[in-house]
């Protein structure tokens, strides 16, 4: 029997502009060294029942130092650290200076805890928040002791059930002492957990700009720009009923240079003009990619009295997508790019910039312009470097293997794509959304599940295509006539025909032309791959070694090619950028080892490969430069035989 899937509405988050500084706002970052409790797993409410809330968690047991941000599971050395299943504790004292006391409020704001987070400032329960990934606030201004010492602490739960985004199981199992909780998912990640990203106090006036959304358009010949904005407001001066605030609007170059200004109706709604506008577009599709604009938006109240100033970068561009192509400023574009984690040693999920910036600089390298945020959103930081470099992002929210699909796991479903089209939709990288990876849509109850998950995602915006990686064979698939682009993933010469390097390319031929036969749409190959064991060399190839992953994905290139002259054949994404951590099992190494980077990212021989071929792609369609080094000089075999980039 089919569900009956209600759809029901999902209440809207508010605020969530990424917290910056201006003349009416100051941020403060709590990042740093916190201190650390893990509950008994037999026994995770304990806490909560005792108040460990109510004082310093090193007043009643033994604290660890834990960083903040990061994940904790890899910080210690201890195993029952790492594989923890239920809550752990974090509290750490901070100062609040007396000037923010006055005239102003101020707002706690988590970039993300996976994946439930329960927080309490001063002993005061201050905010609950579901679902890893994605950032949370609110208001502390009553909770907070001005001039004086505060504490915070932070409950996190790790535990995924059938009705989490992700899903997982728990299940109590015998063990050699009795018998334990054993976490159970199908995701191919390591579950790590804590607090993720960045923990920020900001201060907004007490009226302040709560919500921005723009929206950007260029003329048909690229040359003239429009940035529509609206803009909603939080304070009691907006309940006034003689309604007299106001926003003004002036939007800069890069240079510094103003370019178009603006003066809001009272509903805080209106239209920029840009001549001679820059467009943003994608690395290698343009000379100046990822051009940004800076808006600087002032509210006022009555008499030209200014309340609250805010900043964001805009980009202007176009998206449109029809049954053969996804275009960008009326120009079709080709993906080239890679699934990916947010993964390292150590760290695990956490932010570090260190290593964001040195991801940036090998997708740069590597001549992609492309990434899907497989299998959740990404940080707000990395997208903002995505916006700054032109790659572009197919935006994924955290449902990953999902099945059993019910009422509750739907609501929570939609509003995991309802925080992330919050959070991210003013990025001019966001192209796409993506609603899920692989899954299970061979299922009855998936049309209706994935009907209602794709509208719901595009009446929240319909100015990006929607899609989802889907793994089951197309024939078989359910939720596909709901998307705007498809979407797949498959491991030809892995999971299946082991090493055959001899039954890849014309299966992936079939597989695409079938997806597309099906549904008539833009096709992806959004994952393909052979998990490389770097220093592994072996000739003739053989699976697991760099030899194989260079072949493996020399037949997919060959049927890339067949596949591109079909135009609706628009990306491809190889499974995955670096190595990552994923649960135990007899098929990983240490971690699933498709990267084409090491989890210490450095280049396995496979990313020369991809290299020369990102960069051949950039030059045949887009005209872009090739980077001196892209091939390294063998010999002089005469002037009618060339081995370099003039062979392009
Ligand atoms: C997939 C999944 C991805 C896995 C990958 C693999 O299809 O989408 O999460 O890591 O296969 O390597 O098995």
New binding site residues.
Partial sequence: MPLIILNKDIETTRGMLYPRESETREVRALDGIWNFVRSDEANPTQGIRDGWFNDDLSKSMPTIPMPVPASYNDITTEQALRDHVGTVWYDRKFFVPRSWGQHQRVWLRFGSVHYEAFVWINGQSAIKHEMGHLPFETEVTHLLKYGAENRITVMCDNALIQTTVPQGKISEVANDQGVTIIQSYT???FNYAGIHRSVHLYTTPKTFIEEVEIKTNLSEDNSVGTVNYSIAVNGTAANEADNTLYARLQLYSREGILVANATSDSKLLGSLKVENVKPWWPYLMHPDPGYLYELEIKLYAAKEQLLDVYRLSVGLRTLSWNNTSFLINGKPVYFRGFGRHEDADVRGKGLDNALMTRDFNLLKWIGANAYRT??YPYSEESMQFADQHGIMIIDECPSVDTENFNQVLLDKHKSSLEQLVHRDRNHPSVVMWSIA??PRTGQLNADTYFQFVANFTRSLDSTRPITA?I?VPSKDDKAGRHLDIISF?R?NAWYSNTGRLDMVTQRVINEATAWNYKYDKPVIMA?Y?ADTLEGLHLQPSYVWSEEFQAEVFSQHFKAFDALRRQKWFIGEFV?NFADFKTAQSYTRVGG?K?GVFTRARQPKAAAHLLRQRYFALGREMDKCNLPSDLFTYIADVGSNVQHDSSDL
Wanted: proline share 0%; aromatic share 24%.
């Fill in positions: 995701f191919d990640f497989s299998h990876n692989e990686a793994a993933n491991y994952e791959g499974w699933n498709k």
